[in-house]
């Protein structure tokens, strides 16, 4: 994300709930919401991203745990630019409108490239705005909906 948030959602720890923290969400103009006590559906998306960036940062540092900050970076890249099961698109790719450069040599040659590159861009772009999201919103929709089935019939056994 870019910029000061919105909204800030925590949990009523105390370390989230004080002066200090509310000074500073009033002073960057933004709404503290609070989550509900054992109510995982709330804030379940970030405690599982969480998770799997410790468990990434746990298997990276394991040889140097206290250098684990030094990984950060590159275990972000990686979840960044991997393609996630409940919209079929990398964040990256969400966020940004087209797919990471990768490492490797991606500049054109020949005549006319940077016109070809602003074409192939401005495609992408199109393709992005009408298709790619659209996609994703209705393969969110599909996962919520099937998630919701399943806590009816974890419900009604």
Known sequence: MFGPPKIVL?????EFNNKLVD??????????????????????????FNQTLIESLRKHAETTPNNWDKWLPY???????????TNQFTPFELMFGRN?????????????????????????????????????????DEVQNEQKEYKIRELNL
């Open 23 to 48: 000074g500073l969400i009033k002073w960057l103009g933004a709404e503290h919401k609070f989550t509900s006590a054992y109510n995982p559906s709330t804030n379940g998306l970030t405690k599982r």
């Open 100 to 140: 990471m450069n990768k490492f490797e040599n991606w500049t054109r040659q020949g005549t006319n490239c940077e016109i070809i590159e602003l074409t192939e861009r401005a495609d992408e772009l199109k393709k992005l705005s009408e298709e790619s999201q659209q996609m994703a919103l209705v393969k969110i």
């Open 75 to 85: 275990v972000l890249m990686a979840y960044r630019c991997k393609i996630h099961s």
């Open 10 to 14: 925590s949990d009523q720890g105390t």
